[in-house]
């Protein structure tokens, strides 16, 4: 029997940012924020799904 596994991607940008008195996951890199670089790396891969 052939088992078929299913990769999935699971971004996980919660907090209370408590030290950084600021949503970690909006601060900007490079002219982006954080969570849209992670975002845009997972949109390039084949996951499915993505959560």
Do not use: F, H, N
């Not at 909006?26 to 959560?51: N, Y």
Request: net charge positive; with cysteine.
């Amino acid at each position: 029997m052939v088992s078929m596994q299913r990769i999935a991607a699971l971004v996980l940008a919660g907090g209370l940012s408590r030290r950084l008195g600021y949503p970690k996951q909006l601060v900007e890199l490079c002219g982006k924020p954080a969570l849209q670089w992670v975002l845009d790396a997972v949109q390039r891969t084949s996951l499915e799904p993505r959560v």
